[in-house]
């Protein structure tokens, strides 16, 4: 069983915030998880990070693999190597590329 560590969206329409959860790779987005380790709000400001650092350590220890937005929030919170995290394109070469 492969386990990542990512984002379950929570929250009404238009206004999200997300929970950060363990969970198999086969489960869907808002589906069945093993464990939450932390919640995550992009609309306040500062931006609001909020982890258990014990059981993220377990279970990046474990094996659980980092999506890359929360290998990024990770990174940001010192708890994951930067330069595992993968580089985002800027909005305007996406563009660009289409």
Not at 49 to 72: F, H, M, N, Y
């Amino acid at each position: 069983m492969s386990v990542k560590i990512r984002l379950r969206r929570t929250g009404a329409k238009k206004q999200p915030s997300y929970r950060l959860v363990v969970a198999d790779t086969r489960s869907p987005r808002d589906g069945r998880f093993l464990e939450i380790i932390g919640h995550y709000n992009p609309r306040r400001t500062p931006v609001e990070i909020v982890l258990d650092e014990g059981k993220v350590k377990q279970w990046l220890g474990r094996g659980a693999q980092p999506s890359g937005t929360v290998a990024r929030l990770l990174a940001e919170k010192g708890l994951y190597d930067k330069t595992k995290v993968p580089v985002r394109k800027a909005r305007a070469q996406k563009k660009a590329s289409a």
